[in-house]
């Protein structure tokens, strides 16, 4: 699991059949601090994220575990917002 800020969101009318009613959304890796680490990548939102939240993001086979998005093709998604980082 990683960190990471919403910064935006996608809009796709067509897309690949797993991914339709998906909320897309653009995120950028960041530090302990808030600072950006990365560049820009797309998540799926699977928790109501929005703009400016700072999320925990999961990527590969791990966020296909729920039975309906076992043959989806999802690689990275947001799946917590974080209310409080202590360092």
Do not use: H, W
């Not at 890796?29 to 700072?54: L, P």
């Not at 999961?58 to 998005?69: E, F, I, L, M, W």
């Amino acid at each position: 699991m990683k960190l990471a800020k919403v910064i935006g969101t996608v809009v796709a009318t067509r897309k690949e059949e797993s991914l339709v009613g998906c909320k897309l959304m653009i995120i950028r890796r960041v530090n302990g601090t808030s600072e950006y680490i990365d560049s820009e990548e797309i998540a799926v939102d699977f928790v109501g994220a929005g703009i400016g939240d700072i999320v925990l993001i999961a990527q590969g086979s791990s966020v296909r575990v729920d039975p309906k998005r076992k043959e989806s093709i999802i690689d990275m998604a947001i799946i917590g917002i974080i209310d409080a980082i202590d360092i």
